[in-house]
């Protein structure tokens, strides 16, 4: 069956400039995670949605950074004016609903390098 | 969340069981462990959590301390493709589920 996807799968961008990566999670899963990995780095949570509920934003570093999830599936994350501390693979993962095991299941990633 | 500890990096011979262990000394009762590794330039991948009971599934056995304050992750018979960054986390399981707080993981590197 399709995993999580994520386009495009590598961007370069010049600094100041607007990026936009996107998101397709498993079909029926509610959550979806994103997350920002540093060369050489642990991965680092981002902003999380679950249903219809208040997406979770807690780990967005600025508000440069924006993210929205239309009608329960896809989802976009928007850097503005990007930076070069920006440079990262973005990951997204969606999760099932269950009553335990919170099992993600993460996308390959979109490479993103700020010129 | 509790906090993890892990070695940064071992070593395995392919077909050898790797065993990474894993302390978490500050769990809560209600928190399980769960095992993720990252293979190089791939998204996490989940293998396997329990709460206290040892577990096993077609990847991996986890073996948790009556305790509860370690665990180790043992691979059977490692073969060159379970070289990865393995990631142990500790994380009340929730009906919504919840981001997971990634460490920086056990590089662990099997060689023929």
């Known amino acids: 069956g399709a995993g999580v996807s994520q386009s495009p799968s590598n961007k370069v961008t010049e600094k100041g400039k607007d990026v936009e990566l996107r998101c397709d999670p498993i079909?029926?899963?509610?959550?979806l995670y994103w997350y920002r990995q540093r060369l050489g780095q642990g991965l680092e949570f981002l902003i999380y949605?679950?249903?219809?509920?208040?997406?979770?934003k807690s780990g967005l570093p600025s508000d440069r950074f924006s993210a929205e999830r239309t009608g329960g599936s896809v989802s976009t994350l928007t850097i503005q004016r990007t930076q070069q501390e920006d440079s990262a693979v973005y990951l997204c993962a969606s999760s099932p609903r269950l009553v335990h095991g919170n099992e993600q299941f993460f996308g390959p990633g979109t490479r993103l390098t700020v010129l | 969340d509790a906090k993890t500890t892990q070695p940064p990096s071992m070593d395995c011979a392919e077909g050898r069981a790797a065993n990474l262990p894993c302390n978490h000394s500050?769990?809560?009762?209600?928190?399980?462990v769960y095992w993720y590794r990252q293979i190089h330039s791939q998204g996490p991948q989940y293998i396997i959590h329990?709460?206290?009971n040892n577990e096993t599934n077609e990847m991996a056995s986890l073996i948790i301390t009556e305790d509860r304050k370690s665990s180790t992750l043992i691979l059977p018979h490692a073969t060159l493709r379970d070289t990865a960054v393995y990631y142990c986390?500790?994380?009340?399981?929730?009906?919504?589920?919840?981001?997971?707080?990634f460490g920086k993981g056990t590089t662990l590197s099997v060689s023929s």
């Open positions: 500050t769990i809560s009762g209600n928190e399980y």
């Open positions: 079909s029926g899963h509610t959550a």
């Open positions: 949605f679950q249903g219809n509920s208040a997406p979770d």
């Open positions: 329990g709460l206290k």
């Open positions: 986390i500790v994380r009340v399981a929730s009906q919504a589920g919840t981001a997971l707080i």
